[in-house]
């Protein structure tokens, strides 16, 4: 089967192999946790197998270190287990110039 990474990615692109627009917000959820802590890799101490056994179970990176809570609850939204309840990027693109906008100073 084909390779790709497991902490990236979504769920049903895990199980069905279904790689849609809302998958990629998943894995956008994922980038935004590497950009807030300098690059660590996801699910720190975790393997593959045990991502994919706690997603099913709805676990979710905990809120980072240093991780405005605005920016955690975007993380959230994008880990929803239903893609449809996935925010748009355009949604995202909008709630990010926000942030930078008021952090900005």
Known sequence: GAKFP???TAPEAINYG???IK???WSFGILLTEIVTY???PYPGM???EVIQN?????????????????YELMMQCWKE???ERPTFEYMKSVLE???TATEG
């Open 23 to 25: 998958s990629d917000v």
């Open 98 to 100: 926000d942030f930078f």
């Open 39 to 41: 690059g660590r890799i």
């Open 18 to 20: 279904t790689f849609t």
């Open 47 to 49: 393997t593959n197998p």
């Open 6 to 8: 497991i902490k990236w």
């Open 82 to 84: 239903r893609p449809e």
């Open 55 to 71: 997603l099913e179970r709805g676990y979710r990176m905990p809120q980072p270190d240093n991780c405005p809570q605005e920016l």
